[in-house]
């Protein structure tokens, strides 16, 4: 695992995500406003893209079939009864870049 | 027969008369009222004000009503004096009028404080809906308003104001807010309430005079200070109107004396209402006055037996998101107080309890559990088993309330006192299924509608077939019935979604209402609002269709289908260039590039020349035609340039759903226009415009809205229907749901048979509209923000 600077800040809007292209991997980093989450770009229902999903409070909604992924846990919050996860990144903020340990 | 006269058509006289008329036909009834208008819900003025209702939507008993009863309503009439050996009443009107029996139902006035100068210009009382009226036209962005007395009116017209744009001062004499409902910290929560709303709140602060010439310029306070003020508005507290039971000989005290069968002293008068005094209290609330309306027709028509033995008070406050709830004695002279706070989250809640019964109750900031403590406090239950959670209930599925562990006698409705019983029983008996079939059969939830999420739940739990009505809320996350919202929307000013979730909801939103609400704003402030793309489904973030695979489609729009070489030529190049999987002809005459990777869109979009064709979101689609008389030999309308005109005049707008319209040169139909959600169909001589059709999900066949003349005619028609479905149907509502729940009749008189004026309004504000929308894909070109279309991709890497 190492620290990859994604972007500056303000690159990506507040209750917005965007994907973060790394080699081969796509990962999903929203801005919750006071804080950004990471989350593999992969809904774990037909692989949806989460980055382009609805933010709702800390949770995203998948645009394709509206799975709701928790983006703190990566847990899967809808539908209720089963318990897929999505991996989460942590990330970090200096001097106004968002940097995820990836 | 006999002759009832009913002085008062207000809430508790009508009440009672529609009581009376249960009971064996024996009277010939005249009712008079000084007001002007039918009997209204005196309760909602305060909503009328806010701008959740409007004034026609808080009429009780229309004029068919008195009709159908055969009873003389001698509406604008004052009754004047008493005359109980002769047995008449005399109006201002110089009329005068024999009873055999007479009914008082006066209730109450505003009070007049000896305050000097309350009787010049734009001061006013807050009890009519004349008041409300005139209040209403005064109440503008930047007038200074300040309200005199800190209590339920007052608070109420103060948000009221407010919400109009005014400034606004309430000023109060006593130490707390609503100090005869609350306790000192209840009231202090209120008050921080009341601030964080922009509300000012002076307390302990007498006021001396209204000063300026004729108009109020300013409010004296005994310290000698002066508020300025364009509006003032005086609540402090109601008097009892018993003029005319002194008038007829009757026993007076604060209000007409009343016992336990609501018989005066008088065999032959009765009374009811605000301006009775039972058993020592006059109230101020509708409840009681139902109450004593039941009793009353009981004894009145000979019926007598039924007792009235006062009534356990509660009250609520109804300012959005300054929930307050008080009930019973909540003084703590011989009872034992249980208490919660939490400063942060604003929430004060009360109990008081004397031998194991709960007393009094006040809840700050969540009344969720007020039904609970109401129920507790009208049957005495005994709590002291569940001493130790009486404020901390087991966890609740519906709105922190277990239906099932209610009892029957339990009342549901405060106002108009229906029990769940009495629900459920009329859910069974009547086969009830909408609440508004529930309203109609029990009168429940038609007073301050504090009730009707409760009443929804025992509807979803006890009818077999519940249906959720156009009233249901939006969805959890911002509770409001989608008329109310865009009603709030507009009264409040708000411009972003998240300022509205921030106020009314819970912060933070999802999928449903934040699209909805994105919608909302942009028909109502036609761009001049926060356009929030977080709060917009990804379709509606690059302007094309997300795919399976996470890839876009793009349908560029081909006015009216009509297309030429070059445009096909463009569109082979640009499949050709970003090797596009898949190039098909729609099911609406138009072409579809499925499979772009998003960061593509916006060269795609350019080098296509072409505008976006909305086939991503809930807007304008297209305008299927036909060849009509152009070339077809049965053509009678010129179809193809119909179609593409009013494509043009629609493109670009966004809509509760998709709207898709077709124009057919004949009634051959053969662009199906009469199952579209708009269709021009030609005939010799004109044109039937259709609407509400539909051929997907469900097949309807488009209602016809009016024949006309000219094309012209034709299309100022649609855009009638097309703004009024923008402006009244729900997110997400199609027109075949919209027309069918409307009805055409209502669509139609609001619409193409509407007054000049109103029709004009509708086509002007479709103008602001069209005005300011513009092609989506121009954002190709100038992104709203620089990775609108294109991923992240790493600075640099740093081992650590
Ligand atoms: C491309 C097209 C099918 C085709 O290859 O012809 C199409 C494709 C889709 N339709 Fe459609 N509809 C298409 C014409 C229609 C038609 C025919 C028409 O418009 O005359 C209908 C029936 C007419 C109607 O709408 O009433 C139609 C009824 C629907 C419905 C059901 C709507 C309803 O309430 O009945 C949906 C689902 C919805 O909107 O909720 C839908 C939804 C969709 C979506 C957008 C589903 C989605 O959200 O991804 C499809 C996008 C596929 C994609 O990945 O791009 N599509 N769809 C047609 C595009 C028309 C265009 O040029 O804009
Ligand atoms: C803004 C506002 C908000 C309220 N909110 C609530 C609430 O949330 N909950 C609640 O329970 N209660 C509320 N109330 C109180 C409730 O409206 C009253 O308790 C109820 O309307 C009293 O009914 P009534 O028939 O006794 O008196 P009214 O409704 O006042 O009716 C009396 C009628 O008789 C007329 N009249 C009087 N004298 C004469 C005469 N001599 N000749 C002819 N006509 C006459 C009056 O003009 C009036 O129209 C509110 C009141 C106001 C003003
Ligand atoms: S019919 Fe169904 S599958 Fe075909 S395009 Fe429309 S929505 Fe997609
Ligand atoms: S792929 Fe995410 S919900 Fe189906």
Partial sequence: ?102 | MKTLVVVGNGMAGIACVEQILKHAPQFEITIFGDETHVNYNRILLSSVLAGERSADEITLNPLEWYLRNDIQLRLGVRVVDVNPEAKTVAGDDGSVTPYDTLLLATGSSAFKPPIAGLDKENVFAFRTLDDTRELLERAKPDVKAVVIGGGLLGLEAARGLQVRGCAVTVVHLMSTLMERQLDADGGNYLTGKMEDLGIRVLLRRSTTAIVGDERAEGVALEDGEILEADLVVVAAGIRPNVELGYKAGLHVNRGIVANDHMETSDPDIFAVGECVEHRGVCYGLVAPLLEQGKVLAATITGNKGPVYGGTVLATKLKIMGVDVFSAGDWSEQHADPIRFEDRALGIYKKLTVRDGKLVGAILVGDTADSHRYMDWLRTGADLSGRRSHLLFPPPASDGGLDLAEMSDAATICGCVGVTKGAIIQAIHEKGISTMSQLKEATRASTGCGSCTSLCQNILRAVAPEFEEEGKKVLCGCVPFAQDNLREILRSQKLKSVQEVLDIYGNGRGCEICKPALSYMLDMIWCGDHDEDRSARFINDRVHANIQKDGTFSVIPRIHGGVTSPDQLRRIADVADKYNVPMVKITGSQRIDLLGVRKEDLPKVWADLGMMSGQAYTKGVRMVKTCVGTEFCRFGTQDSTSAGIEMEHRFENLFTPHKVKMATVGCPRNCAEATVKDIGLVGQEGGWQVVVGGAAGKSVRKADLLITVETTGQALEAAELFFQYYREQANYLERTYDFVERVGIDKVRKETVYAPEAARRALLERLQKSKAAAKDAWLEGQSPVNPTQFIPLRPIESVMS
């Fill in chain 1, 1 to 102: 695992m190492s620290w990859i600077r994604i972007a500056t800040c303000d690159s990506i809007p507040p209750r917005e995500g965007r994907a973060a292209v790394i080699g081969e991997r796509q990962i999903a980093v929203f801005n919750l406003g006071d804080r950004f989450l990471a989350v593999d770009n992969l809904c774990p229902h037909q692989s949806g893209p989460l980055c382009d999903g609805i933010v709702a409070g800390d949770a995203v909604v998948c645009p394709l079939h509206a799975w709701k992924v928790n983006l703190e846990t990566g847990a899967v919050a809808r539908p209720a009864e089963q318990d897929h996860c999505v991996r989460t990144y942590a990330t970090r903020v200096d001097d106004g870049v968002v940097s995820i340990d990836a």
